[in-house]
C-alpha cells in the first residue's frame, strides 16, 4: 500500500484528532485545566485537523496539494511558535514568570479582542505551571514536538514525488 496524498493528509488529521481528544482527556479525567496558551495551541491544532480533513476529502491534484500542504506547513510553524513561547514561559526561574492574569473567558467579555489576543500570547503565571509530563516533557513539550512533526510531514507531503 502505498502513501497517496489522500491517505496522507488523513493521517495528519487522525493524528490532530487523537492529539484533540488525549487533550480532552486530561482536561476532563485528569483535571488538567488549560490555561490560555494551552487553548490557542489547542485552537491551532483544530485548525490544522480542518486543513487535512479538507485535503483528504478534497483528493487534489499537485496545485492542491502544494496549496494545502504549504497551508498545514503555515499552521503548524504558528503552533511551533506559541508552543516554543509555552515551553519557554515554563522553563523560566519562579522570580521572572509573570504574575497571573484574569481567566480567558473573563477578559474575552470584558476587553477588546486585540488586547485579549494580546495578553493571551504573552502569557501569565498559570501558563508556567507543569501540570503534567510524560518522558520528561510537559504537554506544552509535546505540543511543540508534534507541530514539528506535522509541520514536517506537510512539507514532505508537498515535495515527495509523485506516482
Same mark, same amino acid.
Given at each position: 500500500?502505498?502513501?497517496? =496524498? ?9 493524528? /490532530? *484528532?487523537?492529539?484533540? +481528544? ?6 476532563? #479525567?485528569?483535571?488538567?485545566? =488549560? /490555561?490560555?496558551? /494551552? ?9 490544522? !485537523? !480542518?486543513? %487535512?480533513?479538507? *485535503?483528504?476529502?478534497? +483528493? =487534489? !491534484? ?8 504549504? !497551508? ?9 511558535? #506559541?508552543? *516554543? ?7 523560566? =526561574? ?16 470584558? %476587553?477588546?479582542?486585540?488586547? @485579549? @489576543? ?8 498559570? /501558563?508556567?505551571?507543569? +501540570?503534567?509530563?510524560?518522558?520528561? $516533557?510537559?504537554?506544552? +513539550?509535546?505540543?511543540?514536538?508534534? %507541530?514539528? @512533526? $506535522? ?13
Amino acid at each position: 500500500m502505498t502513501l497517496t =496524498p489522500r491517505l496522507g493528509f488523513a493521517a495528519g488529521f487522525a493524528i /490532530c *484528532a487523537g492529539l484533540l +481528544g488525549f487533550a480532552y482527556y486530561l482536561q476532563y #479525567v485528569e483535571m488538567q485545566d =488549560p /490555561c490560555p496558551l /494551552c487553548m490557542v495551541q489547542r485552537m491551532v491544532f483544530y485548525l490544522l !485537523a !480542518a486543513i %487535512f480533513l479538507l *485535503a483528504a476529502l478534497h +483528493g =487534489p !491534484a499537485r496545485r492542491g496539494i502544494v496549496i494545502y500542504g504549504i !497551508a498545514a506547513l503555515a499552521v503548524a510553524a504558528l503552533g511551533v511558535a #506559541v508552543a *516554543a513561547r509555552h515551553v519557554w514561559l515554563q522553563n523560566l =526561574p519562579k522570580h521572572l514568570v509573570p504574575s497571573c492574569g484574569p481567566g480567558l473567558e473573563y477578559m474575552l467579555k470584558r %476587553f477588546p479582542f486585540a488586547d @485579549v @489576543v494580546t495578553q493571551v500570547l504573552t502569557g501569565s503565571g498559570e /501558563c508556567a505551571e507543569v +501540570g503534567w509530563k510524560f518522558l520528561g $516533557l510537559s504537554i506544552a +513539550g509535546w505540543s511543540l514536538l508534534w %507541530f514539528v @512533526v $506535522l509541520g514536517l510531514f506537510a512539507l514532505y507531503l508537498v515535495l515527495r514525488r509523485q506516482r
